[in-house]
């Protein structure tokens, strides 16, 4: 179960890490979107393993079929089916892990629940199961970006302590992809892509925060009291692998203001319309969206699998000692970049169609 | 719509602030449960308004009723529906409000999405809409603790910079109840209380951190991918009034570490269970509980309700001033301790029948 | 569980026949529509008991209130909730239930799946459940009628073997309202009335076919495949007490025809709308509206409770008789009426936001 | 929308009748069931066209491969994912339905719908759509004979008026599948078999009535009050293509009787089992199992593509002839048979999950 996310643009994910596949249906998608592989294949190569020095060196095409709900280059409205196969699989790399529990990684909770794993290379908590959220993700966006050019954007604010200065109201995609890793401050990326080789030479890990802007994101969208829109987009973000945490505008650190400080008076703008002053609201008061610009960030822990010796146990209860083999990820935070994207498009585009089904009848 | 909660054990929220009233009903409840009005009251008065000088004077002794579903003090699987009747409305406080908007509150948003709204005391987005979710979640406790004996603890950790100093893994209910800020740190509680008392004479107000653990909570709960535990817990808490924040486990912090730092190392404990040596997890790996506690963290900010003038617009796009005269709530985090507890437990609760449903019938 | 109907446009209903009373929480109504207590008080008068000498005794107002959702006689957009109080209650009547079994009631059935049971009246199993889904039905139906003027009209179309001659392309609520038996074919339904008097008498109870035309319904309704809008009716119809079939256009008797018999052809009309010679497909093609009449059929069986001995045995395991002393309904389909009508109504508001949500976006 | 069925044990189909292929995914499946792709093959193989003389000429093998959810032969508790490749489609055979609507077929309703449809051999209305159905109905029914042995048997009752007898209590796969028309009366068999043969060289079609009965099936199965045991079964049936009708137990007929009548007298049998003297209420009482046989029949018309001409019109509104050249089924009903069957066990499955959720708890 809970292989299903979203009330009416749903998607259902399948796939492990090894296995004939991954992929997702998508039921609900409206008809008559242009959409092709080559546009979902975009979001899938930001995605994907070995695309740079500094991530994992899994080497995967991951090359997308669209197996249904698409004719003549449009959706038909019927479930859009697209899957991708594995190819560059290594099982023999994981046959320590058939027996060992890895460290604060997913091989002993799923053990515990079912009584059976594919150990794998992960098997079903393989960050390889985000593809088909991704996939999804480029459709949503696709839809979001038709009805008011809504923009989805995300990038890496933190790695460790090094903390990049953006502009979440004016950064552009192609400032994000102008570096290996995804960090918008010319600066402070190369820092942080020099810190990555550093730890991955190490065979250690690390960390970091990463930031998501939706702009032009129209008025009204998320439902009280439990879809609120931020309720949802924590949820969303909060299934990504590693993730620990979530902050939506002023977060955490908005504990620290009193009321009349922390508070985002009104105005109106010169088209009459109804803004605020500040934004710590994040572009969510009450669960609705309010037309200010989405902001949130999504905290990310080191990723599990290390080379470094660790102390672990078997499947039969003994006590031992492991230091991973396979291919290590130093650092998961750029390949997360378009699947924090991909979980706030998804929202949006849900609690879009979601609005247009209550609110634009009568 | 968004007003349902959870997939087995469903809840229905309904009641605005000012009209007949505010309840819940609660589909999927396991047969066979004792409970009573008491118990659930037990829980509505922790919640409550006026209980204590540090939180909002509204006078209300939100009694429930159960309106169906119990039989001779036991549950029969039916739907149980509780009513709490509003009392002490004062609709005329909120004259003004039917045409300013409040800053950061829901206002705005509201007509922006419906075109409409009860303008009088919050209507729907009032936290007296979390009577249904507090009584629902005196239900889930009840099944929790008789199932394996879970625990499910909240305090305030925080206001604004005061912080408390708690052992989650050994802190109790008396000590959380023993002074009417819930911080379970006696010295740090009465400068807490201090705080709210001189920030709400100043007609101003303060938010914090509300800590949550549950403890005893078996192995196996959670469902990969979207349903993680940790982002269904997530999605409970954020759809809180007022919650800016999530954090599970090691939370933002946690990217501060490396991997070897933060991976929490398996051991074998004396009863031959498999256990970590920390918990940087926060009790849920891969989505699913570890048997270790469970520990997060919810960022409330400062009530947007002040008597402080701001800046705002009127419904007919006229700007102006507002402070609000009504009943103000300087802090709202001693109230918020119930509720985080409420949202926790309907999702532990919802977890552990979906569980049974799927991995207990072959 | 299952106390939850529909995607959109969503309700619960609670309550048992005896206890505090019956309800429903509509969820996802959309907002600003006008609505009282009084017209749903209209559509509850018809499912009351006690309305004529023909149905059951039991003297209850079924006074409805309105406790959510609705401000100032419009829909907020947040959940209605509307209750009626239990009065006329009569526990002593079911003293010899507590123990005994009624046959082919739910008597049974409920102690086995949840080892317990509200056996004064037939507890939720009673068809003053029902009250809920004819209260949100009301509202449904207004949605309906005010987006392309859809009218949901049911009748009495059998009694046992006396059937009348009704065309659904014209029948208006009026003849339906205008006898006791509902009935709209004047001969008929007096014999039908004479028929159940006569069978009442007896202590005995008989069934029937209920027949429901929806008129104006927009093209489009309904989703392939498993929300076709004849499955979700079939759901929705086959969910009331006492039903024991559906059909929909030629239904069992299409079975008889060959496909050059059956197909339906198609034309141009006057206005260049796309039109069907004949309706044997019952208005919907495909699980989609085709803007022809949607015409259905649902069988009621004769009420389980009757005053003849018959066979049955104790919760402890004995065989013994039992002639019901409680009151009783010999015929339940006048009251059938206004439910088969709630239901319709129910699905097709459902798939009317369903379809808006999709389909009217891009 | 409208692809998901399955509340606990959910199906998500996909797939055009011409394009990639159709499949399914399967959330919630139990883990550690032995599962193959050979045994989901046999149930495809009674579903397939081709497979004898009187059924449609198509040749697809539709061989299934599972792409994820199964490891070493076991179910995983993740999803199941399950496709088949389209390979012996004909598009040039439906060129002249890209213009024209094939009378009582969808065509015309998915292009009011949707604005668009791949008009290739039905697209999505397709009985090709059937297959991740009868896929996962596969896997249900396997689930079902390991947990109380529940063996759910479908056959053909009638081919027009051509009724066979058969007793629902005592039939055996073995003998609805001894002859092509699925009809296990060999007498009658015959008959049908010459009829449909008959008929198909008319270039006309015929319908008629499956009956589907499911044997040892637990008591306590269904939930009251909207996801009642025979409402489920009915939305899933009445999803199939070409069904008209539903009924369970004594159905329409039932309505011929008085209560005493059509009650089922209760008795104790020698193992101290409550039982029913009789079965008109077809093994479900108050929308729950109680234990007996569950029979239900339903109603399928006339296949709509036939080979003789019929009025129609086109897209562009133009009334014209149609005479359906693609290849042509004159009897849906022996493939239907593997439908009717995989939709019952697919309800009693989530059923049967659903139940230990909610009330194996405590």
Request: hydrophobic share 35%.
């Given at each position: ?99 060992k ?210 102390k672990t146990v078997t499947?039969e209860g003994e006590e031992t000692l492991l ?40």
């Amino acid at each position: 179960m809970g292989n299903i996310f979203g009330h009416l643009f749903r998607i259902s994910t399948f796939g492990e890490s090894h296995g004939g596949g991954v992929g997702v249906v998508i039921d609900g998608c409206p008809p008559q979107l242009e959409i092709s592989a080559e546009e979902i294949q975009v979001e899938l190569d930001r995605r994907r393993p070995g695309q740079s020095k500094i991530t994992t060196p899994r080497k995967e095409a991951d090359t997308c079929e669209i197996l249904s709900g698409v004719f003549e280059g449009k959706t038909l409205g019927t479930p859009i089916s697209i899957l991708v196969r594995n190819k560059d699989t290594r099982p023999q790399d994981y046959d320590e892990m058939s027996e060992k529990y890895r460290p604060s990684h997913a091989d002993a909770t799923y053990d515990a629940k079912y009584g059976i794993r594919n150990w794998q290379g992960g098997g079903r908590s393989s960050a390889r199961e985000t593809i088909g959220r991704v996939a999804a993700g480029a459709i949503a966006k696709k839809i979001l970006r038709q009805v008011t050019n809504v923009e989805v954007i995300a990038y890496v604010k933190r790695i460790k302590d090094l903390e990049g200065v953006v502009d979440p109201n004016t950064v552009t995609l192609e400032q994000v992809e102008s570096n290996i890793v995804r960090c918008p401050d010319p600066e402070c990326s190369d820092r942080m892509i020099e810190l990555i080789e550093q730890i991955g030479r190490q065979g250690d890990s690390i960390g970091g925060v990463v930031e998501c802007v939706a702009r032009n994101v129209p008025k009204g969208l998320g439902e009280p009291v439990f879809d609120k829109l931020e309720a949802d987009i924590a949820k969303g973000v909060m299934s990504l692998p590693a993730s620990k945490g979530f902050e939506i505008g002023s977060g955490f650190g908005g504990t620290l203001l009193t009321g009349i400080e922390h508070n985002d008076e009104f105005y109106i703008d010169p088209n009459g319309e109804i803004r605020t002053l500040t934004n710590r609201s994040g572009g969510i008061q009450g669960g609705i969206s309010n037309g200010e610009n989405i902001i949130l960030r999504v905290a990310f822990k080191p990723t599990a699998t290390i080379r470094k010796e660790q102390k672990t146990v078997t499947r039969e209860g003994e006590e031992t000692l492991l230091a991973a083999k396979g291919r290590h990820d130093p650092c998961v935070l750029p390949r997360a970049v378009p699947m924090v994207e991909a979980m706030v498009a998804l929202v949006l585009c849900d609690h879009l169609l979601r609005h247009h089904g209550q609110c634009k009848v009568l």
